[in-house]
Every structure is written in C-alpha cells, then in structure tokens.
C-alpha cells in the first residue's frame, strides 16, 4: 500500500503511530525509515516499494508520503533496527537514483528504539524534515537521542562513520569533524557532552583542539583522546592539554562505549 497524505505533520504523525501499533500487535516489532523526499507520487512510490520487497521477499512495506512537509515514511512489519537499516540501504540508492533525496534517511525500530508514542513520533519525524539540505546519509533515532551528544573529530572518513553508526545504535547524538577548526566550530555551536578526537587533526591539532576547548569550557568539554599515537609522552602532553581519557587505535569500540558512559554518568 503507497498513501500521499497532504495535510501535513499532525496527520502524518497519527498515521504512522496507527501503522505501528497495528505492526507491532502483529509482529512485536516495526522498523520505520523516514527520508525527506520531492515530488514522490504513486507511481514512484510502488517503484520504491517493489525494490525494497524484490531485495527481500520477507517483507512487509507499507509506504506513506507527506506531501505538505516532503517526507516519505518506510513502515516494515517486524523489522528490527538492524533489518530495517539493511532496507535503508536500498531506499536510499533508489532515492538517489531517481534525485528524490533532499536530506539524511532516519531510521528506528519500535518497541527497540523507543516507545511509540505521539510524541516521540513526532519527534521522529520532525528530524526527518530538520535534516532537509544536510547530507544525505543514514541515521538513527531512538528515545535517548537528547540525552548525549558526542562530537568526533578523525580525518580518516572510515573510524568517523564506523564509531558514528555504533554510538547512534547506543542512543547518542552524534556530530562528525575531520579537521580541527570544524571541530571547534562546531564545538561552539552544539556544546556537545563528549567529544573524541584524533591528535593528528589538520588544521589545530588535537593538542591545541583540547586546549582551544578548555579555555571555551572546561567543565563541559570532556575529551577523549582516540589516537594511533602510543608513546607515553603523548599521553601525557593530552592530559596536560586537558583531555579526561586516552584510547589507542586499532579501535575497541566497547572500551571507547565504557569510557563515555563513564564520563557521561560522573557529568
């Protein structure tokens, strides 16, 4: 089923809580992508709908498009956060493809993510209409989402997505840097909980990136270092700079996890 519903973002939140609640009464969970989209109509709905069941037989799509805030909502009966990203996948090339894609895909699952509620579905859907014009990449939203926020700084685009994709499965809002001055400017900007940073940054170096951050805040800026660099003197110089812990590359992402949570809970 494709619905086009053009009476904007109270009856799309409505909708899709009714679709969720029928799913998960039915199959326990229900994935949900939400993509901002232009000029989607019924044709091209079936066309994204066919895809996504052509590459997995196993599911059950319902399609729905909010024409007034250009949203289209995914619903996948008994999809779980994992399942449904997997589908993201799909919809987003197709998307692409067809340069329907004006922002970041938002992915969940219910009851795994969160609690379906009104007001986290419209929570929900008012991320997908905020990241009209970011870029087009996939994220995930969970009821934690508000509570931390972790800015990574790291040149190499590979750690940046692989630590990204398991802190937002974790219920972190994550923000990316691959320089040092976009780090900060954007550490200004967000005042995130956590940042993590690399020491070899271009532009400011991690070093100066810490210390640029301490005298803007230092009892909000909690960094952690996540460094390939493992001589002592590094390590020292960090914590000289400011840092609050030092991880060494190649990464462990559940000691990197802990060491969040552990600074996040002592904030």
């Given at each position: 089923?494709?619905?086009?519903?053009?009476?904007?973002?109270?009856?799309?939140?409505?909708?899709?809580?009714?679709y969720i609640h029928v799913a998960t009464a039915k199959s326990a969970t229900c994935g949900v992508i939400l993509a901002p989209c232009a000029n989607m109509n019924p044709k091209t709905l079936d066309q994204a709908k066919g895809l996504m069941r052509k590459n997995d037989a196993s599911l059950s799509v319902q399609l729905i498009y909010d024409d007034a805030n250009q949203v289209l909502c995914a619903v996948l009966d008994g999809g779980t956060l994992g399942t449904t990203h997997y589908a993201s996948l799909v919809l987003k090339d197709f998307l692409q493809t067809q340069h329907l894609?004006?922002?970041?895909?938002?992915?969940?699952?219910?009851?795994?993510?969160?609690?379906?509620?009104?007001?986290?579905?419209a929570d929900f859907i008012q991320r997908a209409i905020r990241s009209k014009g970011n870029d087009d990449d996939?994220?995930?939203?969970?009821?934690?989402?508000?509570?931390?926020?972790?800015?990574?700084?790291?040149?190499?685009?590979?750690?940046?997505?692989?630590?990204?994709?398991?802190?937002?499965?974790?219920?972190?809002?994550?923000?990316?840097?691959?320089?040092?001055?976009?780090?900060?400017d954007l550490f200004v900007q967000i005042m995130p909980d956590i940042v993590i940073t690399e020491l070899n940054l271009p532009i400011l170096d991690g070093y100066q990136l810490i210390r640029t951050i301490q005298r803007q805040d230092s009892h909000e800026g909690k960094v952690i270092v996540l460094t390939d660099r493992q001589l002592s003197e590094n390590r020292n110089r960090a914590y000289e700079s400011g840092a609050a812990d030092y991880v060494t590359k190649p990464l462990s992402i559940s000691e990197l996890e802990w060491k969040i949570k552990r600074l996040t809970e002592n904030h």
């Open positions: 089923m494709a619905i086009v519903i053009r009476n904007g973002i109270q009856e799309i939140t409505l909708q899709l809580l009714q894609l004006l922002g970041q895909l938002i992915v969940s699952s219910f009851p795994e993510s969160a609690k379906p509620t009104e007001t986290a579905i996939i994220h995930f939203f969970t009821a934690a989402n508000a509570e931390t926020s972790v800015l990574i700084a790291d040149p190499d685009d590979l750690v940046r997505e692989f630590i990204k994709i398991r802190l937002e499965l974790k219920g972190y809002l994550v923000y990316e840097a691959k320089d040092g001055q976009e780090a900060y």
